[in-house]
């Protein structure tokens, strides 16, 4: 049975290119695969060219990307239960010739970057408001020093909501002066001592 083709040439308005689909799965494997198996998720594909999940995407994205694999650009494989999708050396090798042609293009914002980004942007919205929370519960801490009738509840709950408030400072802080900008050419990783400090939003607990 023949092979279907990949649809060629210029794609309908709005939609990427064959060879900036493969791109999108080349940075997908670099960013979000595992070392020992860069094969990643069909979503996740469709996070690095910057379309939005759901049926509106899949109608004519999902049509593309089987058609890849049909003509041995993508190479498919379950893991876990799930299906994931990798590069195959036709496709390594079309990538490159593109680069050196020059006809490749641009992708979107990585997802990692977009991540960065807006933690940042949150974590400025919100740093003035933690600080003024942090002088705040300080102002307590001072006037339960002076307060020899406080008992050790007043305490203890004075210790949950400053240590609740530094966290939320410290995240922000993290996220404005100390997570470098993600590259593309590198997965950014979470972790290290400072880990789990990537969120400046205001916990719940």
Known sequence: MPKRR????????????????????ERA????????DPAVLYAAVVDHLGLKMG????????????ALEDVGLVTSAKR??????????????????????DRLGELPESPQHRRWREARAEAAERIGGYRKQVRLLLDEAAALLTNDAADSEAWFALAKSL???CEHMGAATHCLNEWAEPR????????????GRRDPRPKTW
Do not use: C, M
């Open 6 to 25: 990949a649809r060629r040439g210029v794609p309908r308005q709005g939609e990427p290119s064959d060879d900036l689909i493969l791109a999108a799965l």
């Open 80 to 101: 876990n239960g799930l299906i994931v999708h990798a590069l195959t050396g036709a496709a390594r090798q079309r990538l490159q010739s593109a680069r050196a042609a």
């Open 184 to 195: 593309d050419d590198a997965p950014d990783v979470d972790d290290g001592p400072r880990r």
């Open 29 to 36: 494997e670099l960013h979000d695969g595992r070392p020992d």
């Open 55 to 66: 049926s509106s995407t899949g109608h004519w994205f999902r049509p593309r990307f089987r």
């Open 163 to 165: 240590g609740r408030a």
